[in-house]
């Protein structure tokens, strides 16, 4: 069958095995490449040129200058963050224990995020209780939304402020120190 195809195709440029490539028989035929792959190929090639001409002539931006733009696209959506989230102090968290919409999102959080080691009711199990009265980081509410944020990683406490808003924290602080009463 394939001898045939051979010498059917004598005169055509492509179809003519390539010397030296024959294998048990099987000889290896020159057919041109498919138009799509070809077309793909030197895509790729004027893709790269331009590319390498964009980048190394200096009129696109180099890795540093993309990195610097990002840091500071960072920044200012930092900055603009922390000016939108109001600071929590004392007086602001202890409210938050009378505003029952304020507790709501608490419990949320807490059932979520909290009562696997401390317990539904703060009774505590593999976290420490927060029923007892006994406070070994601070009993006020500024001390218990610093552990919330910061965690006690040696103990196996995590560090939320990575994975919570400022105001789910110190709402949740609320929550946690209600527990005591
Ligand atoms: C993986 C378990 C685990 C989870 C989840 C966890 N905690 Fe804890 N937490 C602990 C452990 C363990 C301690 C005790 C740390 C120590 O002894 O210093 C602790 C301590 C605390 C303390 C300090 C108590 C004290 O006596 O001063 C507070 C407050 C606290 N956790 C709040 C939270 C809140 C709020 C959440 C949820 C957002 C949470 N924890 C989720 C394990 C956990």
């Known amino acids: 069958m394939s001898e045939d195809k051979t010498q059917e195709n004598e ?9 030296g490539h024959d294998y048990d028989g099987i000889q290896e035929l020159d057919n041109p490449l498919p138009g ?4 793909t190929f030197f ?3 004027i893709f790269g040129f331009i590319y390498w001409v964009h980048y190394e002539s200096g009129s696109g931006p180099s890795n540093e200058e993309r990195l610097a733009a990002s840091l500071a ?4 959506q930092q900055a603009a963050t922390a000016a939108a989230a109001p600071g929590f102090d004392e007086a602001a968290i202890l409210a938050f ?3 029952e919409e304020a507790m709501l999102r608490a419990a949320e959080q807490y059932n979520l995020r909290c009562a696997a080691c401390h317990g539904l009711g703060g009774e505590g199990g593999i976290g420490s209780s927060f029923v007892d009265g006994q406070w070994t980081h601070g009993e006020d ?4 939304l610093k552990v919330i944020q910061k965690g006690v990683l040696e103990k196996g406490m995590p560090a ?22």
């Not at 005169?11 to 010397?19: E, G, K, L, M, R």
């Not at 799509?36 to 077309?39: M, P, Q, S």
């Not at 939320?160 to 009463?181: P, S």
């Open 36 to 39: 799509w792959w070809l077309y």
């Open 141 to 144: 509410v500024l001390s218990i």
């Open 160 to 181: 939320w402020e990575a994975m919570m808003g400022a105001q789910d924290m110190a709402e949740v602080a609320a929550y946690v120190k209600r527990f005591e009463k």
């Open 43 to 45: 895509g790729t090639m």
């Open 97 to 99: 224990m009378d505003s």
């Open 73 to 76: 696209l960072i920044q200012q």
């Open 11 to 19: 005169n055509s440029p492509y179809d003519v095995p390539i010397s």
